[in-house]
């Protein structure tokens, strides 16, 4: 048997292992297909380069993923190494693993060179957003390792190449996904090519300390399984030295020695449930003297990819730290293989493991959409859409842009520069012309011919294009370039939309009295300000014409109150009684509030108190005029009010209020106790709160994993003074230490 075969036979040997009884016969067609069709090609290290696709399918295998990622990983190099095509393996293996294999290949076409920092995160997205099917990325990574791990017979200028986009790129998908295992593999191998010096400094260093600890993994591992053991813990316990490039990192980083380092061994203990791991927590807590500060719960506070675990430090043997790490078999899995472990899962995923906190967590999300699906159906359709609402292409030096998803070459140009944009003539995306409406996809190479003759962006290109950033652009060049177009089309509109409104241009601009009132409503100086501004977009000609309508209105009334009042008075002065038939127009209102606010400029508008920062009187305030639900009140201090995060657009919106006096009036506003958990905490509270009379709308308590508690105050106040008396009786009660308004 030759060599191609025997490794072959040795991979079928382990999928039967991991899956018995599974049949193999679409596995032995892939790896004759690929066998076949690599033909004679050799690797650089001389072997036939089918064993390098027989390798990648033995760590998808490991990591327990289903046959068709098996089948693609044999098949993922022929697309792009032999006449093999994408039908005929749709028509061989099935569309799935035509579809995997293809996403292979479009990652394998890509360039990514290093670049500035920005750039790295922007490569890293485009990635995950080509690949789709995460199970695209799986095979890529673990094509990538077996690359890396076999790297010695590369050059040493594809050495470096290779290590550094492992390093910033390959490593740190592993990471997003919680694949630990692969990451630190990857890790360490590229960092043996980046840093040869370095890395073998950290090894020789690691290997006579470990001489020095002698026999103290195992001597630890004895003394922590006997322990548990006695108080009957079911568990397992592995020791090991941490993985090279963590320790590098910290020495050459953080400019640590090797005995400064705390976690050089980490040992894991893992248990059946949750309960066994702060139970475990407690033992080694009790059996060595822990570190102060190094405690971390990763169970009641997950990392963002999942990940889950209870840290602590602690000092062992002859005064040597170590780190412990205590898990169940779920977070195991999970903290080993990430995304992958949920297929080991998948027989269990249906039923009670949804919705569970434990699961990961975009994993679950997915999950929630899909629950009527099987899970098989739900392995095919796990789709990498985490950045599905952008789009990332490349300029035809490398460079990385994120668009906006759907965008065009429009947008691409005025992403560039606004002079690449106005001086546009057409556009290149791989090579070939294409018109500006073409969408971008992942991975583009997009180039835009410009010309110094070109005429300018057109209007319609503010319909096509999607970033505001480009239609601003445009909006800016077509004001400052064509005022007198702008000012003809402006007048148009204006025109069109006044005569809508039931009104004529001709009766306001014969009477200059009123078009300066109504001028000074649309904040223009002049007519031909306004048409322009109409004209290039900056303002609409609707809202124009509805302002003009609104003000027409308001100056019509005024002058009949007038009348009626003179009328009033003639008929008073005649020595008739007279009532005045309806309620009093605000113009002519005192100022007074219902609501206990008063708003500059707006009387009498309806108010809402934001529930963000819940305001009382008393409290510094301001408002914000809301599209349709009048103007909301927030306490100056509120995050949302903060001047440094107003967007531009909405400055005119933000008014000054100030409270009105408004006796026997109650606000609702909320407060945070943090305090330390004890019995009876949420009565004392309850009691605090009845001993000052106030009025309490909801009261919830919350215990921490930590020992703390939080509780949750609703309650209704006539104004600041009283809330303070509030919080500082609550702040009396044994274990409180902080009471905070809630928001704000
Ligand atoms: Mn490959």
Redesign the pocket.
Known sequence: MDLAHERYEELERHILAASPGADVQRVRAAFEYANDHHGPQLRKSGEPYII??IA?AEIINELDLDQDSIVSALL??CI?DTDSTHDEIARLFGPQVAELVEG?TKL?RMQYTSREDEQMENLRKMFMAMAKDVRVILIKLC?RL??MRTLQYQSDKKQKEKALETMEVYAPIAHRLGMQKLKWELEDLSLEYLDPVGYHDVREELDHITTLHAGFVDNMQAHIEGRLSEEGVKCRVYGRLKHIYSIYRKMYSQGKTLNEIFDLYAFRVIVDDIPACYNVLGCIHDMFKPVLGRFKDYIGTPKPNGYQSLHTTVVGRDAIPFEVQIRTWDMHQTAEYGVAAHWKYKQGMANQRLGTERDFEWVRKLLESQQDTDPDEFVRTLRVDMFADEVFVFTPNGDVKSLPAGATPIDFAYAIHSAIGNSMTGARVNGRIVTFETPLKNGDIVEIITSKSARGPSRDWMKICKSNEARNKIRQWFKKERREENIATGRSMFESELKHAGLSLGAITANPELLDILLRRVRCGQLDELYAAIGYGGLSAQKAAARIKEEMTRLGRVERQRAEQEAMQSAVSAGETVYPSAPKDSILAPKRSSSGIIVSGLDNCMVKFSKCCTPVPGDPVVGFITKGYGVSIHRQDCPNADPARRRPEDEGRWVKVSWAQTPDAAYRTSLEISAKDRDGLALDVAMALSAVKVKVNNLSARSQPDGYAMIYLELAVKDQKELTGVINKLSQIPGVFLVKRAGG
């Open positions: 390098h696709p990648v993922h190099d792009e292979v394998t094509d077996h690359n």
